[in-house]
């Protein structure tokens, strides 16, 4: 039973690239929660979405963040043009329901050059 | 002022005593109390979670809740280098789902 996966774990983009980060929760988890953390920093929520839904997102910056999580694939987190301050580690989280607690990815560590 | 609030550190003990790790939150709507640990590198790893005032213990980690001090805090008796770590305390509020809002956490190293 595998956990929470995401992919790339490491991923180094030039400042105005395109990143994109993607999460497959456990299986039968239809809740999905993204963190940023900056380094020498706590997790901070970004977004939360259910399968085609996006639930809350109050802690998304207001420009070149996007996220999704379709009917079928993983949730993707996009990143349009990246620039050095995004450089963080991104986790993932999935919960089978709203109330439960939710289990968290290894994480995607983003590098801006 | 912050949401979560912790004493950044380091915390450094010596190999077999006590470590107290302290965090207060500001919403008194919050339900839901977590200790995570977190390792250079790695994600988040949740070991202690309380839900209402009082002591809870799992092995050699006590969680500690005062809703009406809003004050939340971990021991961790006989201290092991492996317990050498960032530990991060967050709360969720009810109405948000399981959302969870950290603070910034506290390193700690364990002397041997």
């Known amino acids: 039973n595998a956990g929470v996966m995401q992919n790339p774990r490491h991923l180094v983009r030039r400042r105005g690239q395109e990143a994109r980060l993607r999460c497959s929760p456990m299986k039968g988890h239809s809740h999905v929660y993204w963190y940023r953390q900056l380094p020498e920093e706590g997790l901070k929520f970004m977004v939360y979405?259910?399968?085609?839904?996006?639930?809350?997102e109050s802690g998304m910056p207001k420009e070149r963040f996007s996220a999704e999580f379709p009917k079928e694939g993983p949730s993707i987190l996009r990143i349009q043009q990246v620039v050095r301050g995004d450089s963080a580690a991104y986790f993932c989280?999935?919960?089978?329901?709203?109330?439960?607690?939710?289990?968290f990815g290894p994480g995607t560590r983003l590098l801006v050059l | 002022q912050k949401e979560v609030e912790q004493n950044s550190g380091p915390l450094s003990v010596p190999e077999g005593a006590i470590a107290s790790l302290n965090c207060t939150y500001s919403?008194?709507?919050?339900?839901?109390f977590f200790w995570y640990r977190q390792y250079s590198g790695k994600s988040p790893e949740l070991i202690m979670s309380i839900y209402s005032n009082g002591d809870k213990e799992d092995g050699r980690f006590t969680a500690q809740l005062n809703k009406a001090s809003q004050y939340v805090s971990l021991l961790i008796r006989d201290s092991q280098p492996s317990d050498s770590a960032t530990y991060l305390c967050?709360?969720?509020?009810?109405?948000?789902?399981?959302?969870?809002?950290f603070g910034g956490g506290t390193r700690v190293l364990v002397k041997p």
């Open positions: 967050a709360v969720t509020a009810g109405a948000a789902g399981n959302k969870l809002t």
């Open positions: 979405l259910q399968k085609e839904n996006i639930i809350d």
């Open positions: 919403d008194r709507g919050s339900q839901s």
């Open positions: 989280a999935s919960s089978p329901e709203q109330r439960l607690l939710s289990l």
